[in-house]
């Protein structure tokens, strides 16, 4: 069975750090871009990051400059480091993936963790 599991959040502080894991498993024959999402309580689900196959990457404006996303495709794990992070920033961090499996290609999501910056 392919899945995606998050793993990595928590409770900081205003200012503090944080590194998000999300790791792909099962019969899975390439991974293509992949993404993190997050939404807030009560608000949308929006855009995060995301890295492509060929080592792009893209970034919401609200995080450039304090969250760096990459990969390590030897294990199949996306990453998400989070810097001087704000309250702003909490919310459920959620990744998703376009994987190569024996259906074909598909999109996958994981179940998301929870991010609370708080003090």
């Known amino acids: 069975q392919v899945q995606l599991v998050e793993s990595g959040g928590g409770l900081v502080q205003p200012g503090g750090s944080l590194r998000l894991s999300c790791a792909a498993s099962?019969?899975?024959?390439?991974?293509?871009?992949m993404r993190w999402y997050r939404q807030a309580p009560g608000q949308q689900r929006e855009f995060v990051a995301l890295s492509s196959s060929d080592g792009s990457t893209t970034y919401a404006d609200s995080v450039k400059g304090r969250f760096t996303i990459s990969r390590d495709n030897a294990k199949n794990t996306l990453y998400l480091e989070m810097s001087s992070l704000k309250p702003e920033d909490t919310g459920d961090y959620y990744c998703n993936a376009e994987l190569k499996v024996v259906f074909g290609t598909r999109n996958y999501w994981g179940q998301g963790t929870q991010v609370t910056v708080s003090s």
């Open positions: 099962g019969s899975i024959f390439s991974i293509f871009t």
